[in-house]
Each structure stands twice: as C-alpha cells, then as structure tokens.
C-alpha cells in the first residue's frame, strides 16, 4: 500500500485545516484531521490547535494504538474515532471531522441523510447514517461509529458533528464539503419548501453505473 509523504501530509493537513476554519466548519480549536503516512504512522492535528491557524510543526504523528511518537503537541482524544475508522475501513486513509452548522444541526436534530436527494451527493459522498449520541473524547464515539465504518464513507454525530473518510486526503475534504452542500440542501427543501423528491432506486442504480 502506498502512503502520502509526511512533508505533503503536512501541507495539506494545514490548507484543509485554514478551508475548514474560513468556511465556518469549525470553530476555536474545533475538529481535527489525520492521515496515515505509514503502516502504524498517522500523521495528525494536535488538540487544543485552531485548525485556521497551524503550521506543519504543529502537527503530530501517532502510531495506530493512539501513541505519540513524535512532535510537540499532544494528540486529541477524539483521535480514538479516526483509528476505529483506520481500524475497521482498510480503504481508508484519510479522515476529516468537523462541525459544519447544516449537517451539525441535523445531527442534533436527530436527522441522517441516507436517502438520495442529490445526483452528485450519491456519487461522491453516498448515504449518510447518523449514529447515536456519545460521549465526546471517550470511547464511546468509536463505539458509536463502529458499526458504520465498514460500509459508509461519512457519517453523522449525534449532537456532536460529522466525519468523512477517503484513500485521499482532499477526497476526505471534499466529501465534507459536498455533505454540508447536501445538509443545507435538504434542510431548505424539506424545512422551507416543505417538499423533497428522493432519488428512487433506479435511478442511483443508473449514477452509480455511470460513475463508480
């Protein structure tokens, strides 16, 4: 398997972080983001580290048990989510976690978004399931997530945020961008509108053998 360098997990890791703190989807020290850059080397955000603000040498490396192997700050707890995703998901090797406000407000509304309302939503980010609330920084939210790591590639925290993961870094980013698109979407639809045309079967069938 072949990983991202640690000098370009660096620079990305900081430019998502800076799109992430401009567009709103975090807030102060809020989110974090990891990639693997070896077989037992993850290469992530530090905690307490405002995601607009960090420099390569803010970042930390951490084996895939949660240990810090090298660098300065201290790793978040809630790097205990993106192992389980590493864990469980051998595609993936890149997780971004956020709390963009639409698809954070259905969250704590109790909403998923698992039915297809978007052509592109089901091609880029696919259904979307919510897990059940758990108690951030423990080890409940990966064992929140467990059961939907395998077979989904975003997912939605109860009361807490959402989570998107890729064999690339940027995919990652990009998944949480199109999720939060999706979010706003359906919120405007089903709230504002009050009418939403869910995608039927047959017609996922058709995007998926066009694009996948």
């Known amino acids: 398997m072949e990983y991202i360098s640690e000098a370009e997990g660096r620079s990305l ?9 401009g567009r709103g ?31 390569g040498e803010d970042l930390i490396v951490i084996d895939r048990t949660g240990n810090k192997l090298r660098g300065k700050g201290e790793p978040s707890s809630e790097m205990k989510l993106h192992l389980k995703i590493y864990e469980l998901n051998e595609t993936a090797k890149a997780v971004v976690h956020a709390h963009p406000v639409n698809a954070t407000a259905l ?8 039915k297809p309302i978007l052509t592109e939503s089901v091609v880029s980010v696919g259904p979307v399931p919510l897990a059940p609330y758990a108690t951030a920084g ?27 993961w890729d064999a690339d870094l940027m995919k990652a980013w990009y998944r949480m961008e199109s999720l939060e698109q999706s979010a706003e979407i359906f919120i ?15 017609k996922v069938r058709k995007l998926k053998e066009r694009y996948e």
């Open 13 to 21: 890791i900081c430019e998502i972080g800076r799109r992430m703190y």
């Open 25 to 55: 989807f975090v807030a102060a020290n809020d989110g974090n983001i990891s990639v693997l850059i070896g077989k037992n080397e993850v290469l992530c955000t530090p905690t307490g580290v405002s995601k607009g603000f960090m420099s």
């Open 107 to 114: 969250s704590v509304a109790g909403l998923s978004l698992e």
């Open 138 to 164: 423990t080890d409940e939210v990966p064992e929140a997530a467990a059961p939907y790591c395998k077979d989904y590639k975003a997912l939605l925290l109860a009361n807490h945020g959402a989570v998107t």
């Open 188 to 202: 405007k639809a089903e709230f504002v509108i009050g009418k939403v045309n869910y995608l039927d079967d047959e």
